[in-house]
Structures are given as structure tokens and as C-alpha cells.
């Protein structure tokens, strides 16, 4: 069956500019996920949506970032005025059901570099 | 507080050689506790879980990992290494809250011919 698509693969953006990035979880999947692994490091979490609502953005580094899920199943992350340190992959994982040990379903990551 | 750390950021062994991959965990509740592998411009693969069935677990191609709370250790380990091993491993730490996993930086394993 279809896993997790992200879109696009690569984005390279100015400083400054605003980006959208898509995800597109495995039907049926109520949790959603998006990280951000900077290079040479781990997956590092940023929001949490279960349906369609965000049930913890902890991650965020402020508030430049935004995410939504409007439909409980597509979600798109959403960076304004990028700057250069925001450069990563950005990697949407999705889940059965959140906790209770179901495995986080990750998609091949959106690379951006901010220039 | 959770935690993972992930000993030996590279890691290299001979084909057909043990693999062992280190990881500690802190946590503050029992933990589930996942390995992942990570080709190249791909995303996370699950290799295993443990979620307290069983302390040992066995997962895809060939790798087991065992569960020590003694320790707060899950080491993820395969007999026999193949070129096709070659990849970065994390281990996640999911302290059933649903929230989020928390990740280890990774080890990245070469095989040597």
C-alpha cells in the first residue's frame, strides 16, 4: 500500500521568503508527525496533530512556523521569513493511533536549504 | 525527562562480522523503545520494537535487540554484517504519551568488504 508522501522532495528558498511544505499520511492513520533532522543528528519533534487539530506544537521553534491539518488528513508545514538555520529535512511521520506503542510511519523528507 | 544517547556516532565492521549498536535510554515511565534504519535520501524504517512483551526482540533482516531496565539499555545487534547493512540507525524512545518519539543522533555503520 501507499506510505507517507511528502512533496516537494527538495525545496530551495532566499532568506526571507515563505515556504509550504506538504504531507500526505497513510489513509486511515489519525496521528500525524512532523520532525526536523538537521544533518549529522536525530529526528527532533516538532508538532503533533491527532485528527485534525494540534494536540501539542512544543516543538515549534517559534512562531514562524505553523502547521495545519484542516481535513484530519493532509497536512502542510508552513515556514515564514525563513532564515538560514531553518535549512533541514523535514521529515512528517503518521500513526494508527498515538502511543500504545504503534510505530510512526515516515515519509523520504522534504530538503530545504534556505540561502 | 526522556532521553536517548546513542554511544559511537560511527561505527564499522568487517562483511560478516557482529554488529552491535549502542543505545541508553533515560525515562521517567516505562518505555516502548524502537530501532530504525535510514538508506541514503530515504526516509525511517522500522527494524524492531519493544513494547514489554519480551526483552528480546528480533526484527527484519537478520537484527535483535534486547531489553535491559538494569541497565536502561537496548542494544541492537545482528551475528553476521552483509554490505547491504550500510546505513544510519536511530533509536526512538516513545514514553506512551502519543506525543512525540524522542531520537538518538544516530549511528552510522559501514561495512567493510
Known amino acids: 500500500g501507499a506510505g507517507v508522501s511528502q512533496t516537494p522532495s527538495n525545496k530551495v528558498t532566499e532568506k526571507g521568503k515563505y515556504v509550504e511544505l506538504r504531507c500526505d499520511p497513510i489513509s486511515g492513520h489519525t496521528a500525524l508527525y512532523w520532525y526536523r533532522q538537521s544533518l549529522g543528528q536525530g529526528p527532533e519533534f516538532l508538532i503533533y496533530?491527532?485528527?485534525?487539530?494540534?494536540?501539542?506544537d512544543s516543538g515549534l521553534p517559534n512562531d514562524r512556523f505553523f502547521a495545519v491539518r484542516p481535513e484530519g488528513s493532509v497536512s502542510t508545514l508552513k515556514i515564514q521569513r525563513t532564515e538560514r538555520g531553518d535549512s533541514a529535512v523535514y521529515l512528517c511521520a503518521s500513526s494508527l493511533n498515538p502511543g500504545q506503542a504503534y510505530e510512526q510511519y515516515f515519509g523520504p523528507g522534504t530538503r530545504l536549504t534556505v540561502t | 525527562a526522556q532521553s536517548v544517547t546513542q554511544l559511537g556516532s560511527h561505527v564499522s565492521v568487517s562483511e560478516g562480522a557482529l554488529v552491535l549498536l549502542r543505545c541508553n535510554y533515560s525515562?521517567?515511565?516505562?518505555?516502548?523503545l524502537f530501532w530504525y534504519v535510514q538508506y541514503p535520501n530515504q526516509g525511517l524504517q522500522l527494524l524492531l520494537k519493544y513494547t514489554s512483551a519480551a526483552t528480546l526482540v528480533k526484527g527484519i533482516n537478520g537484527f535483535e535487540a534486547e531489553f535491559k531496565k538494569s541497565e536502561t539499555s537496548f542494544h541492537l545487534t545482528k551475528p553476521s554484517a552483509h554490505m547491504s547493512d550500510a546505513a544510519e540507525y536511530f533509536c526512538?524512545?516513545?514514553?506512551?504519551?502519543?506525543?512525540?518519539?524522542?531520537f538518538g543522533t544516530g549511528t552510522s555503520l559501514t561495512v567493510i568488504p
Open positions: 526512538a524512545l516513545d514514553p506512551n504519551t502519543g506525543n512525540q518519539f524522542y
Open positions: 496533530f491527532q485528527g485534525t487539530g494540534a494536540a501539542d
Open positions: 525515562s521517567s515511565v516505562p518505555p516502548y
